[in-house]
Protein backbone atom coordinates (compact mmCIF):
# COMPACT_ATOMS: atom_id res chain seq x y z
CA UNK A 1 0.00 0.00 0.00
CA UNK A 2 2.99 2.71 0.21
CA UNK A 3 5.09 1.99 -3.03
CA UNK A 4 6.18 -2.22 -1.91
CA UNK A 5 4.22 -3.09 -5.36
CA UNK A 6 6.81 -5.17 -7.73
CA UNK A 7 3.54 -5.64 -9.86
CA UNK A 8 4.14 -5.39 -13.63
CA UNK A 9 0.63 -6.03 -15.57
CA UNK A 10 1.34 -8.35 -18.87
CA UNK A 11 -1.57 -8.81 -20.54
CA UNK A 12 -3.38 -5.81 -22.00
CA UNK A 13 -6.45 -5.93 -19.87
CA UNK A 14 -4.30 -5.98 -16.62
CA UNK A 15 -2.57 -2.87 -18.39
CA UNK A 16 -5.82 -0.81 -19.24
CA UNK A 17 -7.02 -1.77 -15.48
CA UNK A 18 -3.94 -0.40 -13.95
CA UNK A 19 -4.42 2.81 -15.96
CA UNK A 20 -7.55 3.23 -14.91
CA UNK A 21 -7.65 1.79 -11.21
CA UNK A 22 -4.02 0.65 -9.93
CA UNK A 23 -6.35 -1.97 -7.62
CA UNK A 24 -4.08 -5.07 -8.36
CA UNK A 25 -0.70 -3.06 -7.34
CA UNK A 26 -2.23 -1.94 -4.29
CA UNK A 27 -3.39 -5.79 -3.24
CA UNK A 28 -0.10 -6.85 -4.72
CA UNK A 29 1.87 -4.56 -2.47
CA UNK A 30 -0.14 -5.01 0.47
CA UNK A 31 -0.77 -8.84 0.48
CA UNK A 32 2.64 -10.43 -1.68
CA UNK A 33 5.44 -8.38 -2.26
CA UNK A 34 5.49 -6.54 0.77
CA UNK A 35 8.70 -6.59 3.01
CA UNK A 36 7.99 -8.28 6.19
CA UNK A 37 10.85 -8.77 9.24
CA UNK A 38 12.28 -12.17 8.99
CA UNK A 39 12.12 -12.78 12.63
CA UNK A 40 8.41 -12.47 13.28
CA UNK A 41 7.21 -15.29 15.77
CA UNK A 42 3.98 -17.13 16.01
CA UNK A 43 2.59 -14.27 18.18
CA UNK A 44 2.34 -12.03 15.05
CA UNK A 45 -0.05 -14.40 13.69
CA UNK A 46 -3.19 -13.14 15.72
CA UNK A 47 -3.89 -10.03 13.51
CA UNK A 48 -4.47 -12.55 10.15
CA UNK A 49 -6.82 -14.59 12.31
CA UNK A 50 -8.67 -11.81 13.89
CA UNK A 51 -9.30 -10.54 10.34
CA UNK A 52 -10.31 -14.42 9.37
CA UNK A 53 -12.75 -14.25 12.36
CA UNK A 54 -14.06 -10.74 11.30
CA UNK A 55 -15.10 -12.71 8.19
CA UNK A 56 -16.56 -15.16 9.51
CA UNK A 57 -18.81 -13.18 11.99
CA UNK A 58 -19.37 -11.18 8.79
CA UNK A 59 -20.67 -14.34 6.80
CA UNK A 60 -22.29 -16.12 9.58
CA UNK A 61 -24.09 -13.23 10.36
CA UNK A 62 -25.85 -11.72 7.36
CA UNK A 63 -26.73 -15.47 6.77
CA UNK A 64 -28.26 -15.62 9.98
CA UNK A 65 -30.25 -12.45 9.89
CA UNK A 66 -32.26 -13.88 6.73
CA UNK A 67 -34.13 -16.22 9.81
CA UNK A 68 -33.54 -14.55 12.97
CA UNK A 69 -36.33 -11.32 14.02
CA UNK A 70 -36.07 -8.08 15.53
CA UNK A 71 -39.30 -8.28 17.92
CA UNK A 72 -39.29 -8.57 21.52
CA UNK A 73 -42.29 -10.63 20.90
CA UNK A 74 -40.45 -13.18 18.39
CA UNK A 75 -37.09 -13.00 18.56
CA UNK A 76 -36.43 -15.54 21.51
CA UNK A 77 -38.41 -17.73 19.14
CA UNK A 78 -36.76 -16.94 16.36
CA UNK A 79 -33.43 -18.23 17.68
CA UNK A 80 -35.22 -21.40 18.71
CA UNK A 81 -36.22 -21.16 15.21
CA UNK A 82 -32.91 -21.03 13.69
CA UNK A 83 -31.93 -23.86 16.12
CA UNK A 84 -34.45 -26.73 14.99
CA UNK A 85 -36.05 -26.03 11.76
CA UNK A 86 -33.53 -23.68 9.77
CA UNK A 87 -30.82 -25.50 7.73
CA UNK A 88 -28.12 -25.62 9.40
CA UNK A 89 -29.15 -22.99 11.49
CA UNK A 90 -27.67 -24.45 14.92
CA UNK A 91 -24.09 -24.36 12.87
CA UNK A 92 -24.18 -21.07 11.71
CA UNK A 93 -25.76 -19.77 15.27
CA UNK A 94 -23.09 -21.61 17.16
CA UNK A 95 -20.39 -20.81 15.01
CA UNK A 96 -21.50 -17.00 15.45
CA UNK A 97 -21.90 -16.72 19.22
CA UNK A 98 -18.44 -19.10 19.62
CA UNK A 99 -17.12 -17.18 16.70
CA UNK A 100 -17.63 -13.79 18.59
CA UNK A 101 -15.55 -15.25 21.63
CA UNK A 102 -12.82 -16.74 19.56
CA UNK A 103 -12.22 -13.19 17.40
CA UNK A 104 -12.28 -11.18 21.32
CA UNK A 105 -9.85 -14.34 22.00
CA UNK A 106 -7.39 -13.43 19.14
CA UNK A 107 -7.50 -9.49 19.27
CA UNK A 108 -6.90 -9.88 23.30
CA UNK A 109 -3.60 -11.71 22.09
CA UNK A 110 -3.05 -9.66 19.39
CA UNK A 111 -2.93 -6.70 21.83
CA UNK A 112 -1.20 -8.05 24.54
CA UNK A 113 1.41 -8.95 21.77
CA UNK A 114 1.60 -5.39 20.87
CA UNK A 115 1.94 -4.33 24.65
CA UNK A 116 4.83 -6.67 25.11
CA UNK A 117 6.71 -6.06 22.07
CA UNK A 118 6.19 -1.90 22.29
CA UNK A 119 4.18 -2.21 18.93
CA UNK A 120 2.76 0.95 19.58
CA UNK A 121 6.22 2.91 19.57
CA UNK A 122 6.73 5.77 17.30
CA UNK A 123 6.03 5.33 14.35
CA UNK A 124 3.35 3.22 14.97
CA UNK A 125 1.13 5.31 16.98
CA UNK A 126 -1.88 5.56 14.43
CA UNK A 127 -1.85 2.30 13.75
CA UNK A 128 -2.18 1.30 17.82
CA UNK A 129 -5.27 3.96 18.12
CA UNK A 130 -6.73 2.24 14.85
CA UNK A 131 -6.60 -1.21 16.49
CA UNK A 132 -8.06 0.37 19.74
CA UNK A 133 -10.79 1.91 17.64
CA UNK A 134 -11.39 -1.52 16.53
CA UNK A 135 -11.89 -3.05 20.05
CA UNK A 136 -14.25 -0.57 20.81
CA UNK A 137 -16.30 -0.69 18.05
CA UNK A 138 -16.30 -4.70 18.61
CA UNK A 139 -17.02 -4.48 22.41
CA UNK A 140 -20.46 -2.29 21.21
CA UNK A 141 -20.79 -4.66 18.49
CA UNK A 142 -20.27 -8.09 20.56
CA UNK A 143 -22.63 -6.31 23.46
CA UNK A 144 -25.90 -5.71 21.01
CA UNK A 145 -25.59 -8.89 19.64
CA UNK A 146 -25.29 -10.36 22.83
CA UNK A 147 -29.03 -8.76 23.28
CA UNK A 148 -30.51 -10.33 20.40
CA UNK A 149 -31.53 -13.28 21.12
CA UNK A 150 -34.09 -11.00 23.82
CA UNK A 151 -32.91 -14.08 26.94
CA UNK A 152 -33.09 -13.06 30.37
CA UNK A 153 -28.76 -12.43 30.01
CA UNK A 154 -30.06 -10.29 26.98
CA UNK A 155 -32.12 -8.65 28.65
CA UNK A 156 -31.16 -7.72 31.89
CA UNK A 157 -27.22 -7.16 30.10
CA UNK A 158 -28.70 -4.87 28.19
CA UNK A 159 -30.38 -2.75 31.14
CA UNK A 160 -27.29 -2.86 32.92
CA UNK A 161 -24.98 -1.23 30.39
CA UNK A 162 -27.58 0.91 28.74
CA UNK A 163 -27.80 2.16 32.76
CA UNK A 164 -24.24 3.34 32.61
CA UNK A 165 -24.67 6.22 30.44
CA UNK A 166 -27.21 7.57 33.27
CA UNK A 167 -24.44 9.29 34.96
CA UNK A 168 -23.14 11.19 32.19
CA UNK A 169 -23.97 14.91 33.68
CA UNK A 170 -27.46 16.82 33.28
CA UNK A 171 -28.43 14.65 29.91
CA UNK A 172 -27.78 11.26 30.99
CA UNK A 173 -31.15 10.59 31.84
CA UNK A 174 -31.97 12.00 27.93
CA UNK A 175 -29.47 9.85 26.86
CA UNK A 176 -30.26 6.82 28.00
CA UNK A 177 -34.45 7.23 27.14
CA UNK A 178 -32.67 7.72 23.29
CA UNK A 179 -31.14 4.33 23.80
CA UNK A 180 -34.04 2.97 25.10
CA UNK A 181 -36.66 4.53 22.48
CA UNK A 182 -39.36 4.11 25.85
CA UNK A 183 -38.80 3.92 29.43
CA UNK A 184 -37.02 0.86 30.03
CA UNK A 185 -35.35 -1.71 27.50
CA UNK A 186 -37.88 -3.24 25.69
CA UNK A 187 -38.89 -3.64 21.60
CA UNK A 188 -37.31 -0.17 20.43
CA UNK A 189 -34.64 -1.07 21.99
CA UNK A 190 -34.16 -4.44 20.19
CA UNK A 191 -34.74 -3.39 16.74
CA UNK A 192 -32.30 -0.50 16.92
CA UNK A 193 -29.42 -2.74 18.17
CA UNK A 194 -30.64 -5.37 15.05
CA UNK A 195 -29.59 -2.81 13.00
CA UNK A 196 -26.59 -1.12 14.71
CA UNK A 197 -25.22 -4.68 14.87
CA UNK A 198 -25.66 -5.26 11.24
CA UNK A 199 -24.19 -1.85 10.49
CA UNK A 200 -21.00 -1.65 13.12
CA UNK A 201 -19.28 -5.12 11.81
CA UNK A 202 -18.37 -3.19 8.40
CA UNK A 203 -17.99 -0.12 10.52
CA UNK A 204 -15.45 -2.33 11.51
CA UNK A 205 -14.47 -3.71 8.12
CA UNK A 206 -13.49 -0.02 7.09
CA UNK A 207 -11.04 0.71 10.19
CA UNK A 208 -9.65 -2.59 9.53
CA UNK A 209 -8.47 -1.76 6.23
CA UNK A 210 -7.28 1.68 7.51
CA UNK A 211 -5.04 -0.31 10.35
CA UNK A 212 -3.62 -2.61 7.71
CA UNK A 213 -2.78 0.98 5.72
CA UNK A 214 -1.37 2.54 8.92
CA UNK A 215 0.41 -0.89 9.03
CA UNK A 216 2.14 -0.84 5.78
CA UNK A 217 3.60 2.46 6.00
CA UNK A 218 6.13 1.75 8.68
CA UNK A 219 5.56 -2.22 8.44
CA UNK A 220 5.79 -4.59 11.14
CA UNK A 221 7.56 -4.46 14.43
CA UNK A 222 9.09 -7.55 15.16
CA UNK A 223 10.51 -9.30 18.32
CA UNK A 224 13.21 -7.28 18.65
CA UNK A 225 11.82 -4.07 18.41
CA UNK A 226 14.30 -2.96 15.97
CA UNK A 227 14.06 -1.43 12.25
CA UNK A 228 14.85 -3.59 9.62
CA UNK A 229 18.08 -2.22 7.73
CA UNK A 230 18.53 -4.08 4.81
CA UNK A 231 17.05 -6.29 2.55
CA UNK A 232 18.66 -9.12 4.59
CA UNK A 233 16.50 -8.67 7.47
CA UNK A 234 13.10 -9.01 5.70
CA UNK A 235 11.35 -11.59 3.61
CA UNK A 236 7.95 -11.27 0.90
CA UNK A 237 5.23 -11.57 2.54
CA UNK A 238 4.02 -14.27 0.18
CA UNK A 239 4.42 -16.87 0.06
CA UNK A 240 6.20 -16.48 3.54
CA UNK A 241 3.67 -15.37 5.64
CA UNK A 242 0.67 -16.05 4.08
CA UNK A 243 1.74 -20.15 4.45
CA UNK A 244 2.22 -19.08 7.83
CA UNK A 245 -1.16 -17.62 8.37
CA UNK A 246 -2.89 -19.68 7.01
CA UNK A 247 -1.20 -22.74 9.21
CA UNK A 248 -2.40 -20.58 12.33
CA UNK A 249 -5.81 -20.22 10.86
CA UNK A 250 -6.32 -23.16 10.64
CA UNK A 251 -4.84 -24.07 14.01
CA UNK A 252 -6.97 -21.40 15.62
CA UNK A 253 -10.21 -22.75 13.55
CA UNK A 254 -9.65 -26.33 15.17
CA UNK A 255 -9.91 -24.80 18.51
CA UNK A 256 -13.16 -22.37 17.15
CA UNK A 257 -14.92 -25.47 15.90
CA UNK A 258 -13.74 -27.52 19.12
CA UNK A 259 -16.19 -25.71 20.92
CA UNK A 260 -18.69 -25.04 18.38
CA UNK A 261 -19.16 -29.52 17.55
CA UNK A 262 -18.39 -30.04 21.21
CA UNK A 263 -18.91 -27.59 23.66
CA UNK A 264 -20.70 -25.09 22.17
CA UNK A 265 -22.72 -23.23 24.99
CA UNK A 266 -19.41 -23.66 27.59
CA UNK A 267 -19.14 -19.48 27.05
CA UNK A 268 -22.35 -18.51 27.40
CA UNK A 269 -24.77 -18.79 30.18
CA UNK A 270 -27.80 -20.75 30.97
CA UNK A 271 -30.56 -18.08 31.74
CA UNK A 272 -30.04 -16.79 27.91
CA UNK A 273 -32.02 -19.48 27.56
CA UNK A 274 -34.98 -18.10 29.75
CA UNK A 275 -36.97 -15.47 27.52
CA UNK A 276 -36.79 -12.07 29.01
CA UNK A 277 -38.46 -10.70 31.42
CA UNK A 278 -38.56 -7.68 32.25
CA UNK A 279 -40.20 -8.35 35.83
CA UNK A 280 -38.12 -10.27 37.39
CA UNK A 281 -34.28 -9.94 37.74
CA UNK A 282 -32.20 -13.44 37.55
CA UNK A 283 -30.80 -13.75 40.67
CA UNK A 284 -26.72 -12.80 39.13
CA UNK A 285 -26.01 -10.89 36.11
CA UNK A 286 -22.66 -11.85 34.35
CA UNK A 287 -21.77 -10.10 30.90
CA UNK A 288 -19.61 -11.98 28.34
CA UNK A 289 -16.64 -13.29 29.51
CA UNK A 290 -14.49 -10.62 27.73
CA UNK A 291 -15.87 -7.91 29.65
CA UNK A 292 -15.27 -9.51 32.75
CA UNK A 293 -12.25 -7.40 33.68
CA UNK A 294 -14.11 -4.35 33.23
CA UNK A 295 -17.09 -5.26 34.84
CA UNK A 296 -14.69 -5.93 37.94
CA UNK A 297 -13.51 -3.01 38.15
CA UNK A 298 -17.28 -0.98 37.91
CA UNK A 299 -18.22 -3.34 41.02
CA UNK A 300 -14.25 -2.52 42.73
CA UNK A 301 -15.50 0.85 42.39
CA UNK A 302 -18.59 1.90 45.71
CA UNK A 303 -19.92 5.16 43.97
CA UNK A 304 -21.67 4.86 40.78
CA UNK A 305 -20.88 7.59 38.31
CA UNK A 306 -17.06 7.11 39.46
CA UNK A 307 -17.54 3.18 38.95
CA UNK A 308 -18.50 4.01 35.29
CA UNK A 309 -16.06 6.94 34.60
CA UNK A 310 -13.34 3.63 35.66
CA UNK A 311 -14.67 0.95 33.63
CA UNK A 312 -14.77 3.24 30.25
CA UNK A 313 -11.52 4.75 31.31
CA UNK A 314 -9.89 1.65 31.78
CA UNK A 315 -10.75 0.90 28.35
CA UNK A 316 -10.01 4.71 27.01
CA UNK A 317 -6.28 4.91 28.83
CA UNK A 318 -5.41 2.04 26.13
CA UNK A 319 -5.70 4.88 23.54
CA UNK A 320 -3.12 6.74 24.79
CA UNK A 321 -0.21 4.49 25.82
CA UNK A 322 2.16 4.89 23.20
CA UNK A 323 2.48 8.68 24.75
CA UNK A 324 2.52 6.90 28.56
CA UNK A 325 4.87 4.52 27.71
CA UNK A 326 8.48 7.11 27.90
CA UNK A 327 11.09 4.11 27.20
CA UNK A 328 13.19 4.16 23.84
CA UNK A 329 13.11 0.78 23.68
CA UNK A 330 10.35 -1.35 22.14
CA UNK A 331 10.88 -5.15 22.91
CA UNK A 332 10.16 -6.56 26.45
CA UNK A 333 13.43 -8.91 25.11
CA UNK A 334 15.62 -5.87 26.21
CA UNK A 335 13.49 -4.42 29.43
CA UNK A 336 14.23 -6.92 31.84
CA UNK A 337 11.95 -4.82 34.68
CA UNK A 338 8.88 -4.28 32.05
CA UNK A 339 8.73 -7.72 31.45
CA UNK A 340 8.10 -8.77 34.99
CA UNK A 341 5.08 -6.02 35.17
CA UNK A 342 4.07 -6.87 31.68
CA UNK A 343 3.43 -10.27 33.23
CA UNK A 344 2.08 -9.27 36.21
CA UNK A 345 -0.63 -6.89 34.13
CA UNK A 346 -1.68 -9.68 32.70
CA UNK A 347 -2.14 -11.98 34.98
CA UNK A 348 -3.79 -8.93 36.71
CA UNK A 349 -6.24 -8.69 33.85
CA UNK A 350 -7.23 -12.44 33.77
CA UNK A 351 -7.24 -12.05 38.17
CA UNK A 352 -10.42 -9.27 37.44
CA UNK A 353 -11.47 -11.52 34.95
CA UNK A 354 -12.62 -13.93 37.52
CA UNK A 355 -13.20 -11.53 39.97
CA UNK A 356 -15.99 -10.15 37.53
CA UNK A 357 -17.85 -13.12 37.82
CA UNK A 358 -18.20 -14.12 41.57
CA UNK A 359 -19.68 -12.33 44.33
CA UNK A 360 -17.99 -8.95 45.54
CA UNK A 361 -19.08 -10.07 49.23
CA UNK A 362 -18.03 -13.74 49.13
CA UNK A 363 -14.56 -14.58 50.64
CA UNK A 364 -11.71 -14.57 47.56
CA UNK A 365 -11.09 -18.38 46.66
CA UNK A 366 -12.10 -19.03 50.22
CA UNK A 367 -9.39 -17.11 52.52
CA UNK A 368 -11.66 -15.99 55.31
CA UNK A 369 -11.86 -12.40 55.91
CA UNK A 370 -10.25 -11.36 52.37
CA UNK A 371 -13.33 -10.69 49.78
CA UNK A 372 -13.34 -10.44 46.36
CA UNK A 373 -13.91 -6.65 46.54
CA UNK A 374 -11.04 -5.78 48.57
CA UNK A 375 -8.98 -8.19 46.03
CA UNK A 376 -10.94 -6.49 43.17
CA UNK A 377 -9.60 -2.93 44.28
CA UNK A 378 -5.87 -3.81 44.38
CA UNK A 379 -6.58 -5.10 40.70
CA UNK A 380 -8.49 -2.02 39.83
CA UNK A 381 -5.50 0.09 41.20
CA UNK A 382 -2.80 -2.26 39.62
CA UNK A 383 -4.49 -1.86 36.26
CA UNK A 384 -4.30 1.63 36.25
CA UNK A 385 -0.97 2.05 38.20
CA UNK A 386 0.58 0.06 35.42
CA UNK A 387 -0.46 2.62 32.65
CA UNK A 388 -0.01 5.78 34.82
CA UNK A 389 2.65 5.07 37.45
CA UNK A 390 4.64 2.09 35.53
CA UNK A 391 4.93 3.02 32.25
CA UNK A 392 5.88 6.80 32.16
CA UNK A 393 8.29 5.97 35.33
CA UNK A 394 9.99 2.76 34.13
CA UNK A 395 10.98 4.17 30.76
CA UNK A 396 12.94 7.00 32.83
CA UNK A 397 14.97 4.56 35.17
CA UNK A 398 15.08 1.43 33.40
CA UNK A 399 18.83 -0.08 32.82
CA UNK A 400 17.72 -1.70 29.52
CA UNK A 401 20.23 -4.65 27.55
CA UNK A 402 21.79 -3.82 24.58
CA UNK A 403 20.51 -3.82 21.49
CA UNK A 404 21.67 -6.14 18.41
CA UNK A 405 23.32 -4.43 15.04
CA UNK A 406 20.42 -6.10 12.89
CA UNK A 407 18.03 -8.66 12.49
CA UNK A 408 20.37 -10.73 10.53
CA UNK A 409 22.50 -11.15 13.14
CA UNK A 410 20.52 -11.51 15.35
CA UNK A 411 19.16 -14.66 13.81
CA UNK A 412 22.14 -16.13 12.45
CA UNK A 413 24.91 -14.32 14.10
CA UNK A 414 27.80 -12.24 12.76
CA UNK A 415 29.44 -14.41 11.02
CA UNK A 416 26.40 -15.85 9.26
CA UNK A 417 24.62 -12.85 8.58
CA UNK A 418 27.80 -11.97 6.43
CA UNK A 419 28.30 -14.52 4.71
CA UNK A 420 24.20 -14.19 3.59
CA UNK A 421 25.22 -11.06 2.42
CA UNK A 422 27.75 -12.19 0.10
CA UNK A 423 25.78 -14.66 -0.96
CA UNK A 424 23.07 -12.61 -1.78
CA UNK A 425 25.22 -9.76 -3.45
CA UNK A 426 26.44 -12.52 -5.73
CA UNK A 427 23.41 -14.35 -6.72
CA UNK A 428 22.11 -10.15 -7.77
CA UNK A 429 25.45 -9.60 -9.60
CA UNK A 430 24.95 -12.52 -11.74
CA UNK A 431 21.50 -12.16 -12.42
CA UNK B 1 -7.96 40.93 -7.15
CA UNK B 2 -6.75 43.31 -5.54
CA UNK B 3 -3.83 44.14 -3.73
CA UNK B 4 -4.19 41.67 -1.05
CA UNK B 5 -0.69 42.88 0.76
CA UNK B 6 -2.83 45.61 2.65
CA UNK B 7 -5.24 44.33 5.50
CA UNK B 8 -9.05 44.32 3.58
CA UNK B 9 -12.04 45.19 5.27
CA UNK B 10 -14.38 42.45 5.80
CA UNK B 11 -16.87 42.75 2.51
CA UNK B 12 -19.49 41.49 0.65
CA UNK B 13 -17.69 38.49 -0.37
CA UNK B 14 -16.24 37.54 3.60
CA UNK B 15 -20.25 38.26 4.80
CA UNK B 16 -21.31 36.07 1.84
CA UNK B 17 -18.87 33.07 2.82
CA UNK B 18 -19.73 33.55 7.01
CA UNK B 19 -23.75 33.67 5.78
CA UNK B 20 -23.13 30.11 3.64
CA UNK B 21 -21.47 28.17 6.07
CA UNK B 22 -24.27 29.35 9.10
CA UNK B 23 -26.77 28.35 6.75
CA UNK B 24 -25.14 24.88 5.40
CA UNK B 25 -24.46 24.14 9.53
CA UNK B 26 -28.14 24.88 10.42
CA UNK B 27 -29.44 22.90 7.97
CA UNK B 28 -27.20 19.85 8.16
CA UNK B 29 -28.98 20.61 12.07
CA UNK B 30 -32.50 20.90 10.72
CA UNK B 31 -31.64 17.50 9.01
CA UNK B 32 -29.95 15.30 11.49
CA UNK B 33 -32.69 16.08 14.18
CA UNK B 34 -35.29 13.51 12.47
CA UNK B 35 -32.94 10.78 12.73
CA UNK B 36 -31.69 11.36 15.96
CA UNK B 37 -35.21 12.56 17.64
CA UNK B 38 -36.73 9.45 15.84
CA UNK B 39 -34.95 7.03 18.57
CA UNK B 40 -36.75 8.74 21.60
CA UNK B 41 -39.96 7.15 22.98
CA UNK B 42 -42.65 7.46 20.03
CA UNK B 43 -46.32 7.80 20.30
CA UNK B 44 -47.21 3.86 20.91
CA UNK B 45 -44.94 4.10 23.66
CA UNK B 46 -46.09 7.32 25.34
CA UNK B 47 -50.20 6.18 24.61
CA UNK B 48 -48.93 3.52 27.42
CA UNK B 49 -47.96 6.07 30.14
CA UNK B 50 -50.89 5.49 32.29
CA UNK B 51 -52.32 2.73 34.53
CA UNK B 52 -55.04 1.65 36.42
CA UNK B 53 -54.78 -0.75 39.43
CA UNK B 54 -57.08 -2.03 41.70
CA UNK B 55 -55.42 -2.40 45.50
CA UNK B 56 -58.39 -3.83 47.38
CA UNK B 57 -57.10 -7.47 47.29
CA UNK B 58 -53.66 -6.29 48.86
CA UNK B 59 -53.66 -7.36 52.68
CA UNK B 60 -51.39 -5.76 55.20
CA UNK B 61 -47.73 -6.60 54.73
CA UNK B 62 -48.59 -8.41 50.69
CA UNK B 63 -47.05 -6.66 48.06
CA UNK B 64 -48.21 -6.23 44.17
CA UNK B 65 -46.04 -5.48 41.15
CA UNK B 66 -47.24 -4.28 38.25
CA UNK B 67 -46.32 -3.43 34.67
CA UNK B 68 -46.20 -0.04 33.92
CA UNK B 69 -43.90 1.18 31.09
CA UNK B 70 -42.03 -1.60 30.65
CA UNK B 71 -40.77 -1.19 34.50
CA UNK B 72 -42.18 -2.98 37.64
CA UNK B 73 -44.09 -0.49 40.16
CA UNK B 74 -44.04 -2.46 43.80
CA UNK B 75 -46.98 -1.43 45.76
CA UNK B 76 -46.63 -2.23 48.88
CA UNK B 77 -49.37 -2.87 51.76
CA UNK B 78 -47.26 -1.78 54.85
CA UNK B 79 -47.55 -2.91 58.37
CA UNK B 80 -47.91 -0.70 61.18
CA UNK B 81 -44.06 -1.98 62.51
CA UNK B 82 -42.38 -0.89 59.03
CA UNK B 83 -43.89 2.38 59.03
CA UNK B 84 -42.74 3.16 62.77
CA UNK B 85 -39.38 1.95 61.67
CA UNK B 86 -39.10 3.94 58.49
CA UNK B 87 -40.33 7.09 60.62
CA UNK B 88 -38.17 6.96 63.59
CA UNK B 89 -35.37 6.48 61.01
CA UNK B 90 -33.04 9.83 61.61
CA UNK B 91 -32.46 11.38 58.50
CA UNK B 92 -28.85 11.64 58.62
CA UNK B 93 -28.17 8.28 58.60
CA UNK B 94 -29.63 8.38 55.25
CA UNK B 95 -28.22 8.45 51.87
CA UNK B 96 -30.27 10.05 50.36
CA UNK B 97 -32.68 11.81 53.08
CA UNK B 98 -36.16 12.20 52.30
CA UNK B 99 -38.94 11.94 55.07
CA UNK B 100 -41.35 9.29 55.14
CA UNK B 101 -44.38 11.64 54.81
CA UNK B 102 -42.41 12.34 51.43
CA UNK B 103 -42.17 8.68 50.27
CA UNK B 104 -45.91 7.83 50.82
CA UNK B 105 -49.46 9.39 50.44
CA UNK B 106 -51.35 7.23 52.42
CA UNK B 107 -48.21 5.98 55.08
CA UNK B 108 -49.94 2.21 55.00
CA UNK B 109 -49.40 2.39 51.10
CA UNK B 110 -45.76 2.66 49.05
CA UNK B 111 -45.78 2.71 45.70
CA UNK B 112 -42.41 3.33 43.94
CA UNK B 113 -41.17 1.94 40.87
CA UNK B 114 -39.04 -1.26 41.36
CA UNK B 115 -35.96 -0.81 39.69
CA UNK B 116 -32.85 -0.64 41.42
CA UNK B 117 -31.24 2.99 40.98
CA UNK B 118 -27.77 1.85 40.36
CA UNK B 119 -27.91 0.00 37.30
CA UNK B 120 -31.32 -0.88 37.10
CA UNK B 121 -31.97 -4.62 38.40
CA UNK B 122 -35.28 -5.33 40.24
CA UNK B 123 -34.46 -5.35 43.64
CA UNK B 124 -35.99 -8.29 46.11
CA UNK B 125 -38.71 -7.85 48.80
CA UNK B 126 -38.50 -7.93 52.23
CA UNK B 127 -34.73 -8.54 52.22
CA UNK B 128 -31.97 -7.20 53.20
CA UNK B 129 -30.51 -5.94 56.26
CA UNK B 130 -33.28 -3.34 56.95
CA UNK B 131 -36.16 -5.28 55.57
CA UNK B 132 -37.09 -3.21 52.98
CA UNK B 133 -35.33 -4.37 49.56
CA UNK B 134 -32.32 -5.91 48.59
CA UNK B 135 -30.94 -6.05 45.13
CA UNK B 136 -29.14 -8.98 44.38
CA UNK B 137 -26.94 -7.31 41.73
CA UNK B 138 -24.29 -5.12 43.09
CA UNK B 139 -26.00 -5.69 46.73
CA UNK B 140 -27.83 -2.46 47.69
CA UNK B 141 -30.18 -2.22 50.34
CA UNK B 142 -33.12 -0.06 50.76
CA UNK B 143 -35.40 0.47 53.99
CA UNK B 144 -39.07 -0.28 54.78
CA UNK B 145 -39.44 3.45 52.97
CA UNK B 146 -37.39 1.95 49.76
CA UNK B 147 -34.63 4.58 50.88
CA UNK B 148 -31.10 3.34 49.99
CA UNK B 149 -28.86 2.51 52.75
CA UNK B 150 -26.24 0.47 51.59
CA UNK B 151 -24.33 -0.26 48.48
CA UNK B 152 -23.49 1.12 45.58
CA UNK B 153 -26.80 2.89 44.06
CA UNK B 154 -27.67 6.41 44.74
CA UNK B 155 -30.56 7.37 45.37
CA UNK B 156 -34.17 5.87 46.67
CA UNK B 157 -36.08 4.06 44.90
CA UNK B 158 -38.13 6.84 42.36
CA UNK B 159 -41.94 7.33 43.28
CA UNK B 160 -43.98 7.42 40.26
CA UNK B 161 -46.89 10.06 40.07
CA UNK B 162 -49.47 8.14 41.22
CA UNK B 163 -53.13 9.27 42.48
CA UNK B 164 -55.51 7.51 44.64
CA UNK B 165 -58.85 7.52 42.30
CA UNK B 166 -60.93 5.74 45.13
CA UNK B 167 -59.82 4.11 48.39
CA UNK B 168 -58.94 0.86 46.58
CA UNK B 169 -58.01 2.06 42.98
CA UNK B 170 -54.52 4.04 42.22
CA UNK B 171 -53.98 6.04 39.09
CA UNK B 172 -49.68 5.51 37.66
CA UNK B 173 -48.23 7.73 35.68
Known sequence: ?431 | MADTSKVEEPGRRDFLYIATGAFGALGVGVGAWPLIDQMNPDASVKALASIEVDISSVGEGESITVNWRGKPVFVRHRTAAEIKLSVETPLEDLVDPEEDAARAEKPEWLVMVGVCTHLGCIPLGEAGKYNGWFCPCHNSTYDTAGRIRSGPAPKNLEIPKYTFISDTVIKIG
Open chain 1, 1 to 431: MSGHSTYVPKSNAGKWLEERLPIISLMHGAAVSMPNPRNLNYWWVFGGIAMFMLIVQIVTGIVLAMHYTPHADMAFSSVEHIMRDVNWGWLLRYTHANGASMFFVAVYIHILRGMYYGSYKAPREVLWLLGMLIYLLMMATGFMGYVLPWGQMSFWGATVITNFFEVVPFIGDDIRTLLWGGFAVDNPTLNRFFSLHYLLPFVILGVVILHIWALHVPGSNNPLGIEPKTKQDTMRFHPYFTMKDLYAIVLFAIVLFYFVFFNPNFMGHPDNYIRANSLVTPPHIVPEWYYLPFYAIVRAIPDKALGVAGMFGAILIMFVVPWLDTSKVRSAKFRPAYRIFFWVFLFNGLLLGYLGQVSTTDDFLGIHGVTNLLISRIGTIYYFGFFVVILPVLGLIEKTKPLPNSISEAVLGVEGAKAEAEEMAANESKA
